[in-house]
């Protein structure tokens, strides 16, 4: 609009700005309060009587289909996958014919066909998975929308069939996996995304470590938007004036070089002015929508003398490393943690619950698979093929299984709402990244009146502090990125606590030293 006025006008470069600035306002002002007023029929008349009408969800269709290509960032839980099916149903029957594409990560490609099916039955659906042979002939079945991972994106067999169907709609669902610039799997979605009318990229945290997320999926809308990455840089972000060092103490002093890294990024405003119009977002505030109140809990455990040793020889270790171990020294902790939960299990809190046990190694949850034998739990992690892991994800609300076991292989998704109890045995990095282990429970279609979040934090046996304090602290202090750069009053600059080899030598050794606290996140 703001291009089309100045050609009509011929107004100045700087009332231009003005300009574009008013209608970005203008265009987020709409996106927060958008309502559906039109012919809900062109909508619904495509869904089965599995679907239940929410007027926010058909905004969002709407939204959508008038932006053409759009970055669906509603939150965890709120039905982004209706609403981009909304998008390509509407697409096959107004334009007759074609087809459209799915590529999502490999353990959500039977939910979407499950989906899909339920929602409109009468739409043909083709899942892409199996051998070379077995997806070639995959591609040359007529369906009306197929069902695709991100690796075949890497593949120069699978994407030389994709691109022959010339889709209508794609659809990157969990669009993390397109979030750095520099991976084949984003060129080859930027390469895509130019040859097709619509695309819908589905993220609830799309920026999750910085800017650069976001950057990264406004190139398959339009390159203009921010230009090219060093003018991004130059612009958005505040770099180290100079690399720093680490000195080795155990190898004679010599001191190990690290690369600048962003100090802050600034223009907070002028970010969210260039990205108003491209991305549709509200929270479960926003909507009217009814969810389970969340409640966090700390678990606070006792580590045994085996634990309690090898962390302390284990945090020796670090401390002495260029690099230090840090799944070693937090895998330690799982045996005592998975001895606590094995007795909740039996008579305590957790008895006769459907809960899911959250870790980021495969480490500790095959060790709590091990404690927790007798109650036979379902394991989820990188190393179980897609075949097996659908078909656990499928079974798990209808099995007496009452114990899913995961990995962040696990953690994006995934509906998994028939239990209402998550369990970290050890916390991830990010606030994004607990949002969406969260999110596999608190979702539409949770039944219970609350959902349980229990994380469990290490103890010494005399009290002193582990690690796992320093984590839980840094988890509900680290704010959301993504939440400030679109709050309006927010200021222009936002620093990054990016946490170096060197800070977290510096916080174990303060933990170990009992000078920590908990205001004393970051040093």
């Known amino acids: 609009y703001a291009v089309r006025e100045r050609i009509d006008t011929k107004l100045s470069d700087r009332d231009m700005v003005e300009l574009i600035k008013d209608h970005c306002l203008q265009a987020k002002k709409n996106i927060k309060s958008i309502q559906y007023v039109g012919d809900k029929d062109v909508w619904l008349y495509h869904f089965s009587d599995e679907y239940i009408e929410r007027e926010y969800q058909l905004a969002g269709m709407q939204r959508c ?9 509603d939150d965890v839980g709120i039905g982004k996958t209706p609403q981009s099916l909304g998008v390509a149903v509407r697409a096959l029957y107004e334009n007759k014919g074609g087809s459209c594409i799915v590529v999502t990560t490999a353990s959500t490609k039977g ?7 339920r929602f409109t039955p009468q739409i043909k659906t083709q899942l892409i998975d199996g051998n070379v042979n077995q997806r070639m002939n995959q ?6 929308i197929y ?5 075949h994106l890497q593949r120069d067999n699978d994407y030389a069939m994709l691109k022959q169907i010339h889709p209508l709609v794609v659809i990157f669902d969990e669009a993390y996996r397109i979030g750095k610039t520099t991976s084949k799997t984003h ?6 995304a130019k040859q097709v009318d619509r695309v819908l990229m589905l993220h609830a945290t799309p920026i999750e470590r910085g800017l650069e997320n976001l950057y990264a999926l406004m190139k398959l809308i339009d390159n203009r938007i921010f230009g090219s990455y060093d003018q991004f840089q130059s612009r958005f972000m505040r770099m180290q004036e100079k690399p720093f060092y680490i000195k080795n103490a155990e190898q004679d002093g010599k001191y190990v070089k690290w690369f600048p890294k962003v100090e802050a990024y600034i223009n907070i405003q002028d970010f969210r002015f260039r990205i108003a119009g491209h991305v549709l977002r509200r929270t479960v505030n926003d909507v009217d929508l009814q969810l389970p109140d969340i409640i966090a809990i700390p678990v606070y455990c006792t580590l045994n003398s085996k634990d309690e040793k090898e962390y302390k020889q284990q945090t020796k270790e670090a401390l002495s490393a260029i690099m230090p171990n840090i799944a070693g020294l937090r895998c330690c902790l799982t045996k005592s943690k998975a001895d606590d939960l094995r007795a909740r299990l039996l ?12 870790s980021q190694y495969a480490r500790a949850i095959y060790e709590t698979e091990q404690v927790l034998k007798s109650f036979n739990p379902m394991v989820i992690t990188g190393r179980v093929d897609n075949k097996k892991r659908r078909q656990l994800i499928r079974n798990f609300g209808k099995s007496k299984r009452n114990i899913l076991l995961m990995t962040e292989a696990g953690s994006r998704g995934l509906n998994l709402q028939t239990a209402n109890i998550v369990i970290n045995l050890d916390l991830p990095w990010t606030h994004a990244q607990l949002r969406q282990r969260i999110g596999r429970v608190y979702r539409i279609g949770q039944k219970a009146s609350k959902v349980r979040v229990l994380n469990y ?17 840094l988890v509900s202090s680290r704010r959301d990125l993504f939440a400030m750069v679109l709050k309006d009053d927010y200021q222009d600059e936002i620093g990054v606590d990016d946490i170096t080899p060197l800070k977290f030598k510096d916080v174990l050794r303060a933990v170990e030293a009992g000078t920590w606290n908990e205001e004393q996140v970051l040093v």
């Open 139 to 144: 591609w040359t079945q007529q369906a009306d």
């Open 457 to 473: 934090v290490a103890v010494k046996k005399r009290g002193g502090k582990t690690v796992d304090h320093w984590l839980l602290s």
């Open 111 to 117: 939910q979407w066909v499950d989906e899909i099916n």
């Open 147 to 151: 069902v695709c991972s991100y690796e």
């Open 187 to 192: 060129k080859r979605a930027v390469e895509l």
């Open 347 to 358: 008579d305590g809190d957790l008895k006769d619950e459907k809960v899911i046990v959250f």
């Open 65 to 73: 289909w008038d932006l053409r290509k759009v970055v669906l960032a």
